[in-house]
């Protein structure tokens, strides 16, 4: 699977851009600031509908303008597929799929695999919950579309649920039938979503203990689900768990909260709530482990990822670097670079080519990016 083409319009600070891939391995350099970031998100973002950076859709579109495009040409096997996005705020956006537009998030994706692994996510251990939640549900939508459809409808039953519960104005002796029947429905929807979520982190682990145990020399990597409706889970062992389990236990967890929510007018279980934790030899790698094995863990995970889409799908992902070379060591770095190079095409940012090897650097594209008056501008190096 590669990308061919990509067309952009007042995405970001590029206004008008139209770049062809012609390699598997592509370099994008340039000073901070002028866009290779940008052009990267741009990509990811038309195969999974996720960004880098941005937390809403209107930060993608080019200041002072209102509409923004993205257009790209992919192969898979010997057939291309042609993806677009329109944002026009508040308007929802429109996808397209071979020039067919798709009503629902499902619909879309799982077209194109792309992985994407930058600066912030080498952070992902220490950030917080939300930011584990938002890798791990972007993994899983990525193999199964139906989950991003589950995680909308999860969260507008949860919005009109809280809604509800401001209107109580914390008077716990109300008893509103119409509380319960959201807690149903929050019980049903959210237990497909953290089975999903411990299923995926099982299969996730088979690969990455591997990549994990190679960079580490020998070191055990394991996953917990902190969830928040039922006991820790060591993803390894999970066979116990069903969704009509997880459903009771939900819902048993939202009658024993039912007067606190009332009190602070919000859910405060659920998978919205849930967190995953790393442990390196069984010792808990967000409080102990050194910035070295954090980042080994991260390495892991995201060649695991790239693994996984494989085997699941008979696909090469797209693997997107974001200047991430410079801040791994020469280990991590060598261990990266050939573990990626005859499988993947990979799009690399970096402000310059100090970092790679010139063996490497034989069967590289690099452009370079300039920001100008109108916007970035992209050169061949």
């Known amino acids: 699977m590669e990308i061919n083409n990509i067309k952009l319009t007042n995405f970001r600070n590029y206004t008008d851009l139209s770049l062809t891939f012609d390699a598997d391995k592509i370099l994008l350099t340039g000073k901070n600031a002028q866009g290779k970031t940008n052009l990267l998100e741009a990509i990811s973002y038309l195969a999974s509908l996720k960004t880098i950076k941005a937390k809403q859709d209107n930060e993608l579109i080019k200041w002072g ?12 096997h010997s057939s291309e597929t042609l993806l677009e996005i329109t944002l026009n705020p508040p308007k929802k956006k429109i996808l397209k799929v071979n020039e067919i537009k798709k009503n629902k998030t499902s619909e879309y994706l799982s077209n194109i695999y792309t992985v994407s692994f930058s600066t912030s996510d080498l952070l992902l251990l220490k950030g917080n ?80 203990k591997l990549k994990h145990s ?11 689900y902190d969830s928040s409706i039922i006991d820790t889970i060591n993803v390894e062992n999970i066979d116990e768990y069903t969704s ?22 919000q859910s405060v279980v659920g998978p919205h709530r849930d967190d995953i934790s790393f442990y390196i030899d069984e010792i808990d790698s967000k409080k102990f482990a050194s910035q070295g094995q954090q980042r080994t863990i991260v390495l892991a995970l995201k060649l695991a990822e790239t693994e996984l889409i494989k085997a699941k799908t008979g696909y ?36 310059d080519t100090l970092h790679f090897d010139k063996r490497y650097l034989e069967n590289v594209k690099i452009y370079k990016i300039i920001q100008n008056e109108k916007g970035a501008d992209i050169i061949s190096a």
């Open 214 to 224: 190679y960079i580490s020399l020998k070191e055990k990597l394991s996953i917990l």
């Open 316 to 351: 090469n992902a797209i693997l997107l670097l974001d200047d991430v070379l410079a801040e791994l060591d020469d280990i991590r770095q060598t261990y990266l670079l050939n573990g990626i190079e005859e499988k993947h095409q990979t799009i690399i940012t970096s402000v």
């Open 129 to 208: 919950p939300e930011d584990r939640r938002s890798w791990l549900d972007g993994a899983v939508s990525s193999l199964y579309p139906a989950h991003a459809d589950r995680i909308s409808k999860y969260n507008k039953i949860r919005v009109q649920k809280n809604n509800f519960l401001k209107s109580l104005n914390g008077n716990i002796k109300i008893n509103n039938p119409l509380l319960d029947v959201w807690n149903e429905q929050l019980a049903i929807t959210g237990s497909n979503i953290i089975l999903l979520r411990i299923n995926f982190l099982k299969e996730l682990l088979k690969y990455a």
């Open 244 to 265: 009509k389990k997880i459903a009771e236990n939900f819902y048993q967890k939202l009658e024993q909260k039912k007067t606190e929510e009332i009190i602070r007018a």
């Open 65 to 76: 303008e209102n509409i923004s495009k993205i257009q790209g040409s992919f192969t898979k």
